[in-house]
């Protein structure tokens, strides 16, 4: 019977010991964001194209998150308006090619021997302070993303519509601290996206012959596959 209980004891201890460590494993868990789905809707973005100097002229998106998929909470530190967005983006400056079809225009970026792609740069700020007149304002904070755009193109008729689509692909992303967690862009929405862009382009003679534009844009980042050349 002596030893009978003693095993009996040993077996009520080792049941102990790994009910005890369950319930970290579980927080452990609830502390981790999860991944976004290939297909679904991983972001959403409003923004503007700025520059100038018409078609042969340098342009930049500037534009921040409204929603992060999974986040489980507000993007914004306080009201809801650009000054208030945690997380911007920010490209290189480009410059356009353009195919004048109709009344409509196919776009997307002059491609110069030599030259790379454009980034977009993604900053984390906890206490922002953005303003779109202020381009290098949304270039504060942590950088916790470099996208490199692949193919981007679209078509807009001037005064009535525009629409981008393409895709962009991690060239690094950081670690940084959200809700007291810690978390990973490309961890949470993949290597590889698709985005759509859309907006109201100004007329053709504003266009040609303003020396600045700030023209606005709304967008939708989808999570896609992984590209065969993404690291």
Do not use: W
Request: include cysteine.
């Amino acid at each position: 019977m002596g030893a009978l209980h003693r095993r009996f004891l040993l077996l009520v201890g080792l049941s102990v010991g790994l009910l005890s460590r369950a319930p970290a494993h579980t927080q452990l868990d609830e502390t981790k964001l999860p991944r976004v789905p290939v297909g679904a809707a991983a972001a959403q973005v409003t923004g503007r194209l700025v520059g100038g100097g018409g078609i042969s002229g340098e342009y930049e998106l500037l534009c921040y998150l409204t929603f992060l998929e999974a986040s489980g909470a507000s993007l914004f530190v306080g009201e809801v308006t650009e000054r208030n967005a945690q997380f911007a983006l920010r490209s290189d400056r480009f410059r356009f090619q353009v195919i004048q079809n109709g009344s409509m225009i196919h776009f997307g970026r002059l491609d110069l021997q030599g030259t790379v792609a454009p980034a977009i740069r993604v900053y984390n700020l906890a206490s922002p302070n953005r303003d779109f007149s202020r381009p290098d304002s949304l270039s504060e904070g942590q950088l916790v993303g470099v996208l490199r755009t692949r193919g981007i193109q679209g078509n807009l008729t001037p005064s009535m519509m525009f629409r981008a689509e393409g895709s962009v692909s991690f060239e690094s992303a950081a670690d940084f601290i959200f809700e007291g967690r810690t978390t990973n862009l490309k961890s949470i929405v993949g290597d590889s996206l698709t985005v759509s862009l859309g907006g109201v382009p100004p007329s053709a003679a504003d266009f040609a012959g303003a020396r600045s534009l700030s023209v606005p844009f709304s967008g939708t980042i989808v999570a896609a596959k992984k590209f065969r050349d993404t690291p």
